[in-house]
T-cell receptor, first 115, second 116 residues
């Protein structure tokens, strides 16, 4: 089946640093990738939609300058949390869409802890 | 606005019994997709079942089936012969647009515990 690899699975860093999370579709080309954020025992909240070769579309309330999304190829999208602060600590999940009528495939998520 | 509501934060069921998780939604789209996802403690998102809104027949996948009531905008999940491995958080999701792709709107989730 289709596989989406998300890296790193867990990262701890100091407040003020930037953190990059990668989302790769390993065996298919992803025309669109989605980035979600999930707080403990809560639902997934869509942050942005990333289309290959174009600017990401951010959901209302998500700071585009804070959460930089790049989708430079059909198999890779990255989310960079800039100048991270403790309130950015969360679980971030990506999903990839092949655009062929199949359901999205989710990565295993990244647990981000900002000290 | 499109919304998904799961009114049961937590549920429990005895092993081998049947449990139903409820979900209601709201959308102005004439065609859309509905999904149930399972998120075990590992936090991996696993697709359980999906339903195309234009199909009247309820989707089934082995022990999992849905009761799709389009007019009532209701989409419940029935788990038969519950197993310990079914313990997880379950999310109902609405797929926007007329394709099987596109962004998903998730409900609040229902934590299901299967007891031995």
């Amino acid at each position: 089946g289709a596989v989406v690899s998300q890296h790193p699975s867990w990262v701890i860093c100091k407040s003020g640093t930037s953190v990059k999370i990668e989302c790769r579709s390993l065996d298919f080309q992803a025309t669109t990738m989605f980035w979600y954020r999930q707080f403990p025992k809560q639902s997934l909240m869509l942050m942005a939609t990333s289309n290959e070769g174009s600017k990401a579309t951010y959901e209302q309330g998500v700071e585009k300058d804070k959460f930089l999304i790049n989708h430079a190829s059909l198999t890779l999208s990255t989310l960079t949390v800039t100048s991270a602060h403790p309130e950015d600590s969360s679980f971030y999940i990506c999903s990839a869409d092949s655009g062929k009528g199949q359901p999205q495939h989710f990565g295993d998520g990244t647990r981000l802890s900002i000290l | 606005a499109q919304t998904v509501t799961q009114s049961q934060p937590e549920m429990s069921v005895q092993e081998a019994e049947t449990v139903t998780l409820s979900c209601t939604y709201d959308t102005s789209e004439s065609n859309y997709y509905l999904f149930w996802y399972k998120q075990p403690p590992s936090r991996q998102m696993i697709l359980v079942i999906r339903q195309e809104a234009y199909k009247q027949q309820n989707a089934t996948e082995n022990r999992f089936s849905v009761n799709f009531q389009k007019a009532a905008k209701s989409f419940s999940l029935k788990i038969s012969d519950s197993q310990l491995g079914d313990t997880a958080m379950y999310f109902c999701a609405l797929g926007q647009g007329s394709s099987n792709t596109g962004k998903l709107i998730f409900g609040q989730g229902t934590t299901l515990q299967v007891k031995p």
